[in-house]
């Protein structure tokens, strides 16, 4: 078959069915009688409706009604009309796929709107293929807005839930996208946590209190927010047979660390905001089972141009310095930090979204990459370079105690994700923002997360 979707017997049970239906990377399964004859589809959200309204999931899926029972025939696909009819049909009730049926109910091939549409020259425009719906929480941030940007590129669908602690502008380009719906919201409030999962294939949590300082000066919302909410969203996807579930976590967990750190390193954490998410990964994946299958992803510190850009990551801040300052400040310097690319992250969430589920889930990831581990006194040199001989400026007193250098093979092994970003082009694209003014004044406190307080725009 063309199309990998998943073919089950009627008697197959709900959470099964949800279980084999997320694993295809489809949202709808075929469904046949116990002789293999075809009866009709069904989609995962309808089996999760049904779980929420209590039904039990050891129930079998033939006891309920299905989504439809259209399907193709050799005589409807050499008919130029009744196929015009089928895809007005297939478009009136969202349904991307038929199968084509021989006339002893066997499935034949399954075929796309599209390939349909081919096959008598039919305008393509209502013929768009199925799209997973992926919830961001914290899609306006400076990962979300950029991964919101990619997810809908790569045709899926994107609801952000985001309270806007730093504005939503970030979004401005995106809003009139018909796959995306922006509702603004706090995770913490438990209602906009549960209604914010209607008809959700997957999940990634970003929104937090991120960063050191941001936690040190807010404590009780970075416990509310990364720990409380974080736990309440996990167990409220849990209960909608949400499967996928990936988890922002941070390499800031590591702490200090000698060696190369692999995800089974002892985590060692100094701030308040690595404890928050050592404890949330902790949680999320202790939920974990054959049916809530979550994934950590401990992401490098992250640099590059974002519509929500920040200035208070090193990358950025010295490319930034050296753009209004002519020169780059080292505190310290020795210290150990994997980089990772923003976009490059972003990549990452869209395969793990992609994978198959048993590949990515109930695992932990480091997210980087072994040739992107820096000391930050080369980081420095690196940017200074490239953005023409910028001199650096070296202070011994180091205002940052984590020093760690993190192994990332898990991952390239799982999903085969390469770097694309350097840090040098990064620097380069950032230093051109602010020439040209792109980013106006990257000093308003907007754009570092220990001011979120008093965001202007
Ligand atoms: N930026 C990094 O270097 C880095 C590195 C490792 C891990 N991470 C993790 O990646 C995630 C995203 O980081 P970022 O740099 O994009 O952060 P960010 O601060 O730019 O974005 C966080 C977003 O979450 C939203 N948010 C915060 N609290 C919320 C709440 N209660 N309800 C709804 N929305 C809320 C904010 O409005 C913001 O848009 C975080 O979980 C962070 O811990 C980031």
Same mark, same amino acid.
């Given at each position: 078959?063309?199309?990998?979707?998943?073919?089950?017997?009627?008697?197959?049970?709900?959470?099964?069915?949800?279980?084999?239906?997320?694993?295809?990377?489809?949202?709808?399964?075929?469904?046949?009688?116990?002789?293999?004859? *075809?009866?009709?589809?069904?989609?995962?959200?309808?089996?999760?409706?049904?779980?929420?309204?209590?039904?039990?999931?050891?129930?079998?899926?033939?006891?309920?009604?299905?989504?439809?029972?259209?399907?193709?025939?050799?005589?409807? +696909?050499?008919?130029?009309?009744?196929?015009?009819?089928?895809?007005?049909?297939?478009?009136?009730?969202?349904?991307?796929?038929? /199968?084509?049926?021989?006339?002893?109910?066997?499935?034949?091939?399954?075929?796309?709107?599209?390939?349909?549409?081919?096959?008598?020259?039919?305008?393509?425009?209502?013929?768009?293929?199925?799209?997973?719906?992926?919830?961001?929480?914290?899609?306006?941030?400076?990962?979300?807005?950029?991964?919101?940007?990619?997810?809908?590129?790569?045709?899926?669908?994107?609801?952000?839930?985001?309270?806007?602690?730093?504005?939503?502008?970030?979004?401005?380009?995106?809003?009139?996208?018909?796959?995306?719906?922006?509702?603004?919201?706090?995770?913490?409030?438990?209602?906009?946590?549960?209604?914010?999962?209607?008809?959700?294939?997957?999940?990634?949590?970003?929104?937090?209190?991120?960063?050191?300082?941001?936690?040190?000066?807010? /404590?009780?919302?970075?416990?509310?927010?990364?720990?409380?909410?974080?736990?309440?969203?996990?167990?409220?996807?849990?209960?909608?047979?949400?499967?996928?579930?990936?988890?922002?976590?941070?390499?800031?967990? *590591?702490?200090?660390?000698?060696? +190369?750190?692999?995800?089974?390193?002892?985590?060692?954490?100094?701030? +308040?905001?690595?404890?928050?998410?050592?404890?949330?990964?902790?949680?999320?994946?202790?939920?974990?089972?054959?049916?809530?299958? /979550?994934?950590?992803?401990?992401?490098?510190?992250? *640099?590059?141009?974002?519509?929500?850009?920040?200035?208070?990551?090193?990358?950025?801040?010295?490319?930034?310095?050296?753009?209004?300052?002519?020169?780059?400040?080292?505190?310290?310097?020795?210290?150990?930090?994997?980089?990772?690319?923003?976009?490059?992250?972003?990549?990452?969430?869209?395969?793990?979204?992609?994978?198959?589920?048993?590949?990515?889930?109930?695992?932990?990831?480091?997210?980087?990459? &072994?040739?992107?581990?820096?000391?930050?006194?080369?980081?420095?040199?690196?940017?200074?370079?490239?953005?023409?001989?910028?001199?650096?400026?070296?202070?011994?007193?180091?205002? &940052?105690?984590?020093?760690?250098?993190?192994?990332?093979?898990?991952?390239?092994?799982?999903?085969?994700?390469?770097?694309?970003?350097?840090?040098?082009?990064?620097?380069?694209?950032?230093?051109?923002?602010?020439?040209?003014?792109?980013?106006?004044?990257?000093?308003?406190?907007?754009?570092?997360?220990?001011?979120?307080?008093?965001?202007?725009?």
């Amino acid at each position: 078959m063309k199309y990998p979707i998943e073919c089950l017997d009627r008697r197959t049970s709900v959470q099964k069915a949800i279980q084999l239906i997320e694993r295809s990377t489809f949202d709808i399964a075929l469904v046949l009688d116990e002789k293999g004859s *075809y009866l009709g589809g069904v989609a995962m959200s309808d089996l999760r409706r049904l779980l929420i309204s209590g039904v039990r999931g050891e129930d079998e899926i033939g006891n309920y009604p299905l989504k439809h029972e259209y399907r193709l025939t050799e005589k409807i +696909l050499g008919d130029r009309r009744m196929a015009n009819r089928m895809l007005s049909d297939m478009e009136l009730v969202g349904v991307h796929f038929l /199968p084509v049926v021989a006339p002893d109910g066997s499935i034949r091939d399954i075929l796309s709107a599209d390939d349909i549409g081919r096959l008598h020259g039919f305008s393509n425009s209502r013929t768009a293929g199925p799209a997973r719906r992926v919830l961001v929480v914290g899609g306006a941030g400076y990962l979300g807005s950029v991964l919101t940007q990619r997810l809908l590129r790569c045709g899926f669908r994107v609801r952000i839930l985001d309270s806007f602690l730093y504005g939503r502008r970030s979004l401005d380009t995106l809003a009139g996208d018909e796959n995306l719906e922006i509702v603004e919201g706090d995770l913490r409030n438990i209602h906009t946590c549960v209604n914010s999962l209607a008809d959700i294939d997957a999940v990634t949590l970003l929104a937090a209190i991120v960063g050191d300082p941001a936690s040190k000066i807010r /404590p009780t919302e970075t416990i509310e927010t990364n720990v409380l909410a974080a736990q309440a969203l996990a167990s409220a996807c849990k209960l909608h047979h949400i499967n996928r579930f990936l988890y922002a976590s941070t390499c800031s967990v *590591y702490g200090v660390g000698g060696n +190369l750190l692999d995800e089974d390193a002892p985590l060692n954490p100094v701030s +308040l905001y690595a404890r928050t998410k050592i404890e949330s990964e902790k949680i999320i994946l202790g939920m974990g089972d054959d049916y809530f299958s /979550p994934t950590i992803l401990r992401m490098g510190t992250l *640099y590059g141009f974002s519509p929500r850009m920040r200035f208070d990551l090193v990358v950025n801040t010295m490319s930034m310095k050296s753009f209004l300052d002519r020169r780059i400040q080292v505190f310290g310097g020795k210290q150990w930090r994997p980089l990772l690319g923003v976009e490059d992250a972003a990549d990452v969430y869209i395969r793990c979204l992609e994978a198959n589920l048993e590949e990515v889930g109930n695992r932990v990831f480091n997210v980087g990459s &072994d040739d992107q581990n820096y000391r930050i006194d080369d980081v420095a040199e690196i940017i200074g370079r490239s953005l023409g001989n910028i001199p650096i400026l070296r202070d011994h007193s180091n205002l &940052d105690a984590r020093n760690y250098r993190v192994c990332f093979a898990r991952l390239a092994q799982a999903v085969g994700f390469q770097p694309q970003q350097t840090i040098q082009r990064a620097a380069q694209e950032i230093f051109e923002k602010l020439n040209s003014g792109v980013v106006r004044n990257p000093t308003q406190k907007i754009y570092y997360n220990h001011y979120f307080d008093s965001a202007e725009e």
